[in-house]
C-alpha cells in the first residue's frame, strides 16, 4: 500500500494534508491599497460633481 502512495504522490507539492492549496495568489494588503485608492479617488469625483450641481442652482 505505501508503494501505491508513493507513486500516486509523486509530482511536486502533493501530500494528502497539502496546506498549499489554501495559499493566497494576491497580496490581501495591495486589493486593500488599491480598493482605498479606488474610494478616494471616488470621493473626488463626487465632491467636484456636488460642486458643479451647487453652482448650478446658484446661477439658476
Known amino acids: 500500500m ?30 486593500l491599497i488599491e480598493k482605498v485608492a479606488e474610494l478616494k479617488k471616488l470621493h473626488t469625483e463626487k465632491e467636484a460633481l456636488y460642486e458643479r450641481l451647487l453652482k448650478a442652482q446658484e446661477n439658476k
Not at 20 to 26: A, E, I, K, R, S
Open 2 to 31: 505505501s508503494t501505491f502512495y508513493n507513486i500516486q504522490n509523486n509530482y511536486e507539492g502533493s501530500s494528502s494534508n497539502y496546506s498549499g492549496l489554501y495559499q493566497c495568489t494576491f497580496n490581501p494588503l495591495d486589493k
